[in-house]
T-cell receptor
C-alpha cells in the first residue's frame, strides 16, 4: 500500500465551479499536510500548509484534514482558467523534512 | 526575497556519463531536499541535507549522491547515467526547523539521458 494515495484522474470543470480534490494516506504519523500547485514545466508551488486536523482557508482555497479518517481535501471556489494545473498533496512526519507526495490531479478549468 | 534557484534548467547526457545539478536555497534556509519527478512514479524523495550533513535519505541507488556547502547551496550528482534517470529533478528549500516543514521548490532541472 502506498503511503499517499491520490486518484490521478484528470478533472475538467467549467469556470466558476467548485473543484474538490482529496488524498488518503496510510501513515498515521503524518502531522503536516500540504497542497502544491504545479504548472506545466514548472516546479511545485506551495498553496496550503496545515498542521494536524482541521480546516484552513486562504482566499478561494480551503484545505481540510481529517486525521481520524486519514483523509485530506482541497477545495477551490469560483475556479478560474488560471487554476488549470496539476495539484499535488504532500505530507510529512514531525521532525522529518521528507515529503511523501500523491501522484497529482490534473485540473482543467474551461472558460 | 529570491526563491530557490536550480541550474541548469535543461541537460542532455549520454548513458554512462555523470551529471551534477546545483541548487541555491532561499536565503536563511538551511535545509535542501532533492526529489525526482517522473510521469510514472511521481515525486520521490532522494535525500535531504542540513548544515552540510545528510539528514535523510530515500530509496535510491548509491549512484545518486549529494552534498551541501557552508552557504547552504547544494549539489546533486548522478553517476553512470541510465535511461531511466531521465526525469525532472527538483530541489526544495526549508528552514530545517523540525516544527516547520514548509518546503519551497525550485523550477527544476530537466535531465534527458539518451
Amino acid at each position: 500500500q502506498k503511503e499517499v494515495e491520490q486518484d490521478p484522474g484528470p478533472l475538467s470543470v467549467p469556470e466558476g465551479a467548485i473543484v474538490s480534490l482529496n488524498c488518503t494516506y496510510s501513515n498515521s504519523a503524518f502531522q503536516y499536510f500540504m497542497w502544491y500547485r504545479q504548472y506545466s514545466r514548472k516546479g511545485p508551488e506551495l498553496l496550503m500548509y496545515t498542521y494536524s486536523s482541521g480546516n484552513k482557508e486562504d482566499g478561494r482555497f480551503t484545505a481540510q484534514v481529517d486525521k481520524s479518517s486519514k483523509y485530506i481535501s482541497l477545495f477551490i471556489r469560483d475556479s478560474q482558467p488560471s487554476d488549470s494545473a496539476t495539484y499535488l498533496c504532500a505530507m510529512s512526519v514531525y521532525g522529518n523534512n521528507r515529503l511523501a507526495f500523491g501522484k497529482g490531479n490534473q485540473v482543467v478549468v474551461i472558460p | 526575497k529570491a526563491g530557490v534557484t536550480q541550474t541548469p534548467r535543461y541537460l542532455i547526457k549520454t548513458r554512462g556519463q555523470q551529471v551534477t545539478l546545483s541548487c541555491s536555497p532561499i536565503s536563511g534556509h538551511r535545509s535542501v531536499s532533492w526529489y525526482q519527478q517522473t510521469p510514472g512514479q511521481g515525486l520521490q524523495f532522494l535525500f535531504e541535507y542540513f548544515s552540510e550533513t545528510q539528514r535523510n535519505k530515500g530509496n535510491f541507488p548509491g549512484r545518486f549522491s549529494g552534498r551541501q556547502f557552508s552557504n547552504s547551496r547544494s549539489e546533486m550528482n548522478v553517476s553512470t547515467l541510465e535511461l531511466g534517470d531521465s526525469a525532472l529533478y527538483l530541489c526544495a528549500s526549508s528552514t530545517g526547523d523540525v516544527m516547520n516543514t514548509e518546503a519551497f521548490f525550485g523550477q527544476g532541472t530537466r535531465l534527458t539521458v539518451v
